[in-house]
T-cell receptor, first 114, second 113 residues
Framework: AQSVTQPDIHITVSEGASLELRCNYSYGATPYLFWYVQSPGQGLQLLLKYFSGDTLVQGIKGFEAEFKRSQSSFNLRKPSVHWSDAAEYFCAVGAREYGNKLVFGAGTILRVKS | EPEVTQTPSHQVTQMGQEVILRCVPISNHLYFYWYRQILGQKVEFLVSFYNNEISEKSEIFDDQFSVERPDGSNFTLKIRSTKLEDSAMYFC???????????FGQGTRLTVV
């Protein structure tokens, strides 16, 4: 069965520090990969996506992610975190072979300390 | 910027009552979805809808659930007889084409008492 693992439930970083949120997937097909962000009481906003091509993808708000097929990973990074980045981040995976549904990870809550 | 709109933002209902959650997808999108997120748990797929019919549904989407696109703009999720365990945040999403990114609404928080 398809699965997505975000091993870190909570992460705390200082404002201005770099950030990496981990995502690993288990899929029997070529995946499409997404990162979404959810602020408290808000919906899911798409940060970035990977379908094919360059394995390093750029997203909104200064985020980037790198697809590593050999490690089944799609980690999210940001070189310098801002206090407004505090939110919950979800990795999601889809594949043509499994229709249009997305499988989500459990999420990582990011706290930013000043 | 076009967005997916969901109403209401909060709904409280008594157990056994019917609820209808409403969504207006992005206008040129063809694929529509419902997901739910029980408090503290993962976002879970419920159903996808294309060309006026269900294209896929999960095990969660049993006979108590139904979806409809009653006109050219709205997409609804009906829960016929709500249970306590239906309490969750329900997200509507839409995508333009198959296997493209889905855009999510702000969600409807359903509380069953």
């Amino acid at each position: 069965a398809q699965s997505v693992t975000q091993p870190d439930i909570h992460i705390t970083v200082s404002e201005g520090a770099s950030l990496e949120l981990r995502c690993n997937y288990s899929y029997g097909a070529t995946p499409y990969l997404f990162w979404y962000v959810q602020s408290p009481g808000q919906g899911l906003q798409l940060l970035l996506k990977y379908f094919s091509g360059d394995t390093l993808v750029q997203g909104i708000k200064g985020f980037e992610a790198e697809f590593k097929r050999s490690q089944s990973s799609f980690n999210l990074r940001k070189p310098s975190v801002h206090w407004s980045d505090a939110a919950e981040y979800f990795c999601a995976v889809g594949a043509r072979e499994y229709g249009n549904k997305l499988v989500f990870g459990a999420g990582t809550i990011l706290r930013v300390k000043s | 910027e076009p967005e997916v709109t969901q109403t209401p933002s909060h709904q409280v209902t008594q157990m056994g009552q019917e609820v209808i959650l409403r969504c207006v997808p992005i206008s040129n999108h063809l694929y529509f979805y419902w997901y739910r997120q029980i408090l503290g748990q993962k976002v879970e797929f419920l159903v996808s809808f294309y060309n006026n019919e269900i294209s896929e549904k999960s095990e969660i989407f049993d006979d108590q659930f139904s979806v409809e696109r009653p006109d050219g703009s709205n997409f609804t999720l009906k829960i016929r007889s709500t249970k306590l365990e239906d309490s969750a945040m329900y997200f509507c999403a839409s995508s333009q084409l198959e296997n493209t990114e889905a855009f999510f609404g702000q969600g409807t928080r359903l509380t069953v008492v």
